[in-house]
Antibody
């Protein structure tokens, strides 16, 4: 059973870079069946889709963060990572890594199956 | 971006009740909609995809319907473990967006 485990610093100073890693166990990131995704949730608020990386290295980001965000993959470590530059207090949130399913039981549909596996969430506070 | 508006934002109900949550999209999204349940301090869990297909392992008391711009999530008989916050998410267009959430509380 696939599990995702997010990790990274819980406190980041304003204007610095937030860096988080998601380690995938029980499966491989080198799969055409999934998008590896980051989602965030500010305290007491709703969910925001940040973006994803595909095993080919293709990425897709939320335009609201596009100029500040980078998602990358380390195939050897079976991990994918999030970097968010020039953070402010507005970036304080719980950051979730998740898996979006593209193919299931031999049937492939993009934008169809949703995010079926989530990490536990990493709380990041932006403060000096 | 496609806006999703859930109603109500808060819902108070009793164990055994039937409840319905609505999610309206600012433009047509076919059936590219999923529903999640989130409990305090936990990650969301996928309940329904393609607007009406139950994710494996989700109780049959949950059901979804709709297409285009209006969607519903129904819980036919509330159990104590169903009290949580529910979110819809559209997968029709990037960036993916979520509804603001519906918090289901015990009356």
């Amino acid at each position: 059973q696939v599990q995702l485990q997010g990790s990274g610093p819980g406190l980041v100073k304003p204007s610095e870079t937030l860096s988080l890693t998601c380690t995938v166990s029980g499966g491989t990131v080198i799969s055409g069946s999934y998008y590896w995704t980051w989602i965030r949730q500010p305290p007491g608020k709703g969910l925001e889709w940040i973006g994803y990386i595909y095993y080919t290295g293709n990425t897709n980001y939320n335009p609201s963060l596009n100029s500040r965000v980078t998602i990358s993959m380390d195939r050897n470590m079976n991990q994918f990572s999030l970097r968010l530059n020039s953070v402010t207090a507005a970036d304080t949130a719980v950051y979730y890594c998740a898996r979006e399913v593209l193919c299931r039981d031999g049937s492939c549909h993009a934008n169809y199956y949703g995010l079926d596996v989530w990490g536990q969430g990493t709380t990041v506070t932006v403060s000096s | 971006d496609i806006q999703l508006t859930q109603s109500p934002s808060f819902l108070s109900a009793s164990v055994g009740d039937r409840v319905t949550i609505t999610c309206r999209a600012s433009q047509g999204i076919n059936n590219d909609l999923v529903w999640y349940q989130q409990k305090p301090g936990k990650a969301p869990e996928l309940l329904i995809y393609a607007a009406s297909i139950l994710q494996s392992g989700v109780p049959s008391s949950f059901s979804g319907s709709g297409s285009g711009t209006e969607f519903t999530l129904t819980i036919s008989r509330l159990q104590p473990e169903d009290f949580a916050t529910y979110y819809c998410q559209q997968l029709n267009n990037y960036p993916y967006t979520f509804g603001q959430g519906t918090k289901l509380e015990i009356k």
